[in-house]
């Protein structure tokens, strides 16, 4: 089955430890998408790729990193200096960053107490 | 970035259309009209795109008004498995083809 993958699913660190998020997908899809959604609010986009090796910032990348060694992965690391870093993470991905839709994974709730 | 506004709840019978506003008075003229919707708990999946006409797919019509400062998503006959958060999303060249979420529209749908 073709998909995006996110894990896990639930996510629970110490504050002042950094984590990382993964994201796989085999839909073969050149642009991918790291956004975050805080309690009855919309998605805010984190930072996207439109193409391996490149990424750009969205419009809250402060405290977070990103890379795209692969086509199919684009994991999301939530560092130390996020301040408020608990909140449900969600990666999609498109054709191309000009495409229509978006695929969403199932997304990975982080909490950090 | 251009913006949407939407009504923040709305509620349906089961069985019968139901229609979802949304105004988007500032949109320009490349912008593209996006619905997605998010079920609990889960990712959002896409529903529906347009640009000036009228759009029917398998899940939903949507209705784009003339001057294009506002729209119409149309379930038909709501189901349970239809209550989810339903967003409507201008996708703007202008502003690399990204996706801005608003807090969309809570659709509860009563049996």
């Known amino acids: 089955d073709g998909g995006i993958t996110q894990s896990p699913k639930y996510l629970f660190r110490k504050e002042g430890q950094n984590v990382t998020l993964s994201c796989e997908q085999n839909l073969n899809h050149d642009a991918m998408y790291w956004y975050r959604q805080d309690p009855g609010q919309g998605l805010r986009l984190i930072y996207y790729s439109q193409i391996v090796n490149d990424f750009q910032k969205g419009d809250i990348a402060e405290g977070y990193s990103v890379s795209r060694e692969k086509k199919e992965s684009f994991p999301l690391t939530v560092t130390s200096a996020q301040k408020n870093p608990t909140a449900f993470y969600l990666c999609a991905s498109s054709i191309s960053s000009v495409a229509y839709e978006q695929y969403f994974g199932p997304g990975t709730r982080l909490t950090v107490t | 970035d251009a913006k949407t506004t939407q009504p923040n709840s709305m509620e349906s019978n089961e069985e019968e259309p139901v229609h979802l506003p949304c105004n988007h008075s500032t949109i320009s003229g490349t912008d593209y009209i996006h619905w997605y919707r998010q079920l609990p708990s889960q990712g959002p999946e896409y529903v529906i795109h347009?640009?000036?006409s009228n759009v029917n797919n398998r899940m939903a019509s949507l209705a784009i008004a003339e001057d294009r400062k506002s729209s119409t998503l149309i379930l038909h006959r709501a189901t349970l498995r239809d209550a989810a958060v339903y967003y409507c999303?201008?996708?703007?060249?202008?502003?690399?083809?990204?996706?801005?979420f608003g807090a969309g529209t809570i659709l509860r749908v009563k049996s």
């Open positions: 999303i201008l996708r703007s060249v202008e502003y690399g083809n990204k996706l801005v």
């Open positions: 347009g640009l000036t």
